[in-house]
């Protein structure tokens, strides 16, 4: 192996440990971080341009005691019901919460009429990444040391060069015939 074949092979492979180990911290509702929206799809429309991925981030930006974050079950984010959170109220701001399982998420506020507001979030977690998340083929990072050529098919060359032996025994048969 060459040094440039060697210095590409270590650089696909810090690509391959880059796209595998990336960690995305989605804040949630970007700039306006986590409070009652004016527009109250605010939340649906943040989450539908991220793409969130098991082991993700989710920061929620908010001041201690002006909001809080619960995980509820579906039916508790529909009707805003925060009497059945899972697990505990994160109550001190700003929080981080990984993702650590895939499949619906459901976060409201628990504070007021904070939620009826619009302060609720719903997500899907996905286990791969939708784009550039497989690993492409061996072929090409790597090509293989040894090429091992293919044996050549029946060719017109071998094809005609067996005609003429058959041409060949054929006028000899015919010289010793006649
Ligand atoms: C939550 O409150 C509603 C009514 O406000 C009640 O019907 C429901 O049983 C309560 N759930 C729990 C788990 O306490
Ligand atoms: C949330 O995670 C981000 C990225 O790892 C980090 O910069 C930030 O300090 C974290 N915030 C809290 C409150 O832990
Ligand atoms: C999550 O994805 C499933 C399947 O694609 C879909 O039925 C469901 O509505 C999605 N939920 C959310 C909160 O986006
Ligand atoms: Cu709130």
């Known amino acids: 192996m060459n040094k440039m ?9 810090l690509m391959v440990l880059q796209c595998t180990e990336a960690v995305t911290v989605h804040v949630v509702g970007d700039g306006l971080g986590w409070t009652v929206p004016e527009d109250s799809s605010a939340y649906q429309n943040w989450a539908s341009t991220n793409n969130f991925v098991l082991g993700d981030i ?5 001041e201690t005691n002006r909001h809080d974050v619960a995980e509820v079950a579906k ?4 009707t805003c019901t ?3 959170t899972i697990g505990t109220i994160l109550l001190t701001g700003p929080t981080n919460i990984t ?4 499949g619906e998420h459901f976060y409201i506020c628990t504070i007021g009429q904070h939620c009826n507001g619009g302060q609720k979030l719903a997500i899907n977690v996905s286990t791969t ?3 550039t998340g497989a690993l492409p083929p ?3 990072a790597f090509p293989p040391s040894t090429t091992t050529t293919p044996p050549p098919p029946f060719s017109a060359a071998s094809g005609s060069a067996l005609a003429s032996v058959a041409l060949l025994l054929f006028s000899l048969f015919m010289g010793i015939a006649f």
Do not use: D, W
């Open 5 to 13: 074949s060697a210095i590409g092979g270590v650089m696909a492979i």
């Open 99 to 102: 993702l650590n399982r895939a």
């Open 138 to 140: 061996s072929t090409g």
């Open 58 to 62: 989710l920061s929620f930006n908010f």
């Open 82 to 84: 925060s009497n059945n």
């Open 129 to 131: 990444p939708s784009t």
């Open 75 to 78: 039916g508790s984010y529909e």
